[in-house]
């Protein structure tokens, strides 16, 4: 049913930026919420941040500021920008989606996401 696929992925460098997409299809629930999470090598996954069926975003103090997450409304893609990029951001990377909760008052834990993606590897280089 619900099918979520990532891409975009691939390597930058330092200071550079890259936009990872995720196609979204089959989600049922009439609002949502969409994250995008990753886990780097050798590390537990960590949030990176969420945006919800409102447009409201929330985001982890590791990326606030340098990351924004957007997304269409069409066929459903949820989109994260990435700048000022740094090592420590080499990841993999997973789109997740799950029912309706208020991002901006909190950031949805992965216990909440219901369904994810392959995930996308990003590697930054010095």
């Known amino acids: 049913q619900v099918q979520m696929v990532e891409s975009g992925g691939g390597s930058v460098q330092a200071g550079g930026s890259l936009k990872l997409s995720c196609e979204v299809s089959g989600l049922m629930y009439p609002r949502y919420v969409l994250g995008w999470f990753r886990r780097a090598p050798g590390k537990e996954r960590e949030g990176v941040g969420a945006i919800d069926s409102d447009g409201a975003t929330n985001y982890d103090d590791s990326v606030k500021g340098r990351f924004a997450i957007s997304q269409d409304f069409g066929k459903i893609t949820l989109y994260l920008h990435m700048n000022n990029m740094s090592v420590e951001d080499t990841a993999m990377y997973y789109c997740?989606?799950?029912?309706?909760?208020?991002?901006?008052?909190?950031?949805?834990?992965?216990?909440?996401?219901?369904?994810w993606g392959q995930g996308t590897q990003v590697v930054v280089s010095s």
């Open positions: 997740a989606a799950g029912p309706y909760m208020p991002v901006s008052v909190t950031l949805p834990p992965p216990t909440w996401y219901n369904y």
